[in-house]
């Protein structure tokens, strides 16, 4: 995601000394301080998706535990209730009907999913939306609101390891939305003039359908969404199918292809033309733009196949078998990496054309890094920030923008007032998640470790990084031992305090770099 924080200023020192305040102001709570950063060991234990445990202990004698509830979370310490236990999704499919914006509409949605343990009850993340029907293999199940959770009972336990299909049938609310006061700002259904677009990050999927909603939980799902005359419909991934119904209205079916995490879903609706173009190696490029915008905004998107072949180089080949941006014909204030159709605000590509072509590069980065490679927790999000921020700007270095070096030694500048406002970058709290220091304070991490190892082992490390868990997912403590066997050292304690402390560290290389003091 590319917020406002994107025009993060950089100025010469003596000149931000002198003013004696911050070049961007953020607030937010204090960050937790990490002993770890002084012991050199991790705040983190268990590896699995969220640290979550699905299946209950066994008894004394051994046996298997009877049928119990699924876990009404996913375990993660900053938002513990996203996402459940006691299951897998294997797939989703969403049926949509859509009738006109901000009107409500028919939807039904159908969970195919496997338990990790035996289940009296699970729960589903949904919030709003007038709910009619739920059963579990087709039979009537109980179905209980509670607040954000959808806890599902089914006539009879379901055994460990047995597949499931839930079908849940419901009125759509299209003009859901809700607040955060960070760089997200609104997110859930976004209205446009003729239709919508989804802006799901960080926790919003659960406004659009019943959903397990962690990042480091991942289903490949189907979109069947009908749309009246006049419009057309886009999703994640592959359009399957388009049939004309008698009445007029159009059916569209869209395949993600790959899994991906709630956040990851975009579903538009709207008057829209697309645009295939050709990228690297054959790679299918579709655009989605509202008709009104196609010529204003040709000259950046038609961009994209270098932008792919400049990321190729230094990361590999691009993960997923299409791509495409996704114009935003709304007020939308953050661009957004759905994952394999990028939306992009109209505002964005506008304007000026190193500020849209950042924007296209750092949503684009995050197919590798956020996407392919999926961040366990949310504590992990500054390696999905850090590093499109990180290439976003490495990018328009090369092509007429502020000089990296010159970008970091601002954001250097600022760290510890960061750090203060923010939380150090691997250690956000709920409230300060999307704040700058995820951003131009995550990328000035890895800034710090290319100096540490020199920019050869650095590529190394990052394409090492989304090969080995292209599809997978990782975090922190991943990240930490994958760049110290790339660099033949060990690189934890030069890390852990750049990622946990609560002070800023020395810049390598740079010991005139200086850090501001901080303002209460």
Not at 136 to 160: F, S
Not at 248 to 274: C, M, N, V
Request: with cysteine; hydrophobic share 35%; net charge negative.
């Amino acid at each position: 995601m590319k917020g406002p924080f994107a025009r993060l200023r950089v100025e010469p020192a003596g000149e931000r000394r002198r003013r004696g305040a911050l070049a961007l102001a953020v607030t937010g709570a204090v960050g937790i301080t990490a002993v770890a950063a002084l012991t050199g060991t991790f705040p983190f234990g268990d590896q699995s998706p969220a640290g979550r445990r699905d299946t209950p202990a066994a008894g004394p004698s051994g046996a298997s535990p009877g049928p119990a509830p699924g876990a009404p979370g996913a375990g993660d310490p900053l938002l513990p209730l996203d996402g459940n236990g006691g299951y897998t999704v294997r797939r989703y499919t969403l049926d949509l009907d859509w009738r006109a914006p901000r009107t409500p509409f028919a939807a039904g949605t159908t969970i195919s999913a496997t338990a990790t343990q035996a289940l009296s009850r699970f729960n589903l993340d949904f919030a709003g939306n007038t709910l009619h029907t739920v059963t579990v293999d087709g039979v009537a199940a109980g179905a209980a609101r509670d607040g954000d959770e959808l806890v599902v009972t089914p006539a009879k336990p379901i055994q460990k390891g047995a597949a499931f299909t839930v079908r849940v049938g419901y009125t759509a609310d299209p003009t859901q939305q809700r607040e955060r006061g960070d760089a997200i700002q609104t997110y859930g259904w976004v209205p446009t003039p003729d239709g919508t677009v989804v802006c799901a990050q960080p926790n919003g999927a659960k406004m659009i359908f019943p959903v397990n909603d962690h990042p480091s939980l991942r289903a490949p799902v189907t979109f069947r969404v009908t749309t009246p005359p006049g419009l057309s419909a886009v999703a994640n991934g592959r359009l399957v199918e388009r049939v004309r119904r008698p009445d007029g209205r159009t059916r569209w079916t869209y395949d993600s292809e790959h899994p991906l995490a709630a956040q990851l879903i975009q579903l538009a609706i709207g008057k829209f033309s697309f645009v295939d173009r050709t990228g690297p190696r054959g790679l299918p490029v579709r655009d989605v733009v509202p008709e009104g915008l196609v010529t204003d905004t040709e000259e950046p998107r038609a961009l994209t196949s270098d932008h792919l072949t400049w990321l190729e180089e230094r990361l590999g080949p691009y993960p997923f078998r299409r791509y495409g941006v996704l114009v935003g014909d709304t007020d939308l204030p953050v661009a957004l990496e759905t994952q394999s159709l990028s939306v992009v605000p109209k505002a964005d590509l506008l304007g000026d054309r190193i500020d849209a072509e950042r924007d296209l590069v750092h949503e684009l980065a995050h197919q590798w890094t956020g996407n392919s490679v999926a961040i366990r927790r949310w504590s992990d999000l500054w390696l999905s920030e850090g590093h499109a921020r990180f290439y976003e700007r490495l990018y328009s270095d090369a092509h007429g923008g502020v000089a990296l070096e010159d970008a970091m030694r601002s954001a250097y500048a600022q760290h510890d007032q960061w750090r203060h406002d923010d939380g150090a970058p691997a250690e956000p709290t709920e409230p300060t998640l999307f704040k700058v220091m995820r951003y131009d304070g995550s990328a000035l991490v890895l800034y710090a470790l290319r100096e540490k190892v020199g920019e050869e082992t650095f590529d190394r490390i990052e394409r090492a990084w989304v090969t080995k868990y292209r599809g997978r997912v990782a975090g922190t403590r991943d990240f930490v031992a994958l760049a110290s066997e790339v660099a033949g050292e060990d690189l934890t304690a030069f890390l852990t305090s750049w990622l946990y402390g609560d002070r800023t560290p020395p810049m390598p290389g740079h010991p005139d770099w200086e850090v501001d003091r901080v303002q209460d």
